[in-house]
């Protein structure tokens, strides 16, 4: 079982910056692919972001060279907690949502699927 919990949303001003964290616990966190994604209003949810077991990351199209994925792991705590960090920069309106993570099956590549889901944190960019 993997619990995830977002953290770092808010209101920002066009142009701005904000990094969110994903905080995630439980089992094999370093054998799983751990990904971003947002929701607007009326709209689907977006992936953009992935970190695999490797740390090697991988961008959606909507927002590469706006945001980087990362772990620092020195937050890792024992075996089981890692923090996934998030940082998105030249914020715009269009970019206020519902940011959540999500987390895949033990040892099963990015983009195979989400078997975790976190509850999300607002951002929202206005002035």
């Known amino acids: 079982q993997v619990q995830l919990v977002e953290s770092g949303g808010g209101s920002v001003s066009p142009g701005g910056t904000l990094r969110l964290s994903c905080a995630a616990s439980?089992?094999?966190?370093?054998?799983?692919?751990i990904g971003w994604f947002r929701q607007a209003a009326g709209t689907h949810p977006e992936w953009f972001a992935s970190?695999?077991?490797?740390?090697?990351?991988?961008?959606?199209?909507?927002?590469k060279g706006q945001v980087t994925i990362y772990r620092d792991k020195s937050n890792d705590v024992l075996n089981s907690t890692i923090v996934v960090y998030l940082e998105i920069n030249s914020l715009k309106p269009e970019d206020t949502a519902i940011y959540y993570c999500?987390?895949?099956?033990?040892?099963?590549?990015?983009?195979?699927?989400?078997?975790?889901w976190g509850k999300g944190t607002q951002v929202v960019v206005s002035s």
């Open positions: 439980g089992y094999g966190l370093r054998r799983r692919c």
């Open positions: 970190l695999d077991s490797g740390c090697i990351t991988t961008y959606g199209y909507s927002m």
């Open positions: 999500g987390c895949g099956a033990l040892d099963r590549r990015c983009g195979m699927g989400v078997d975790y």
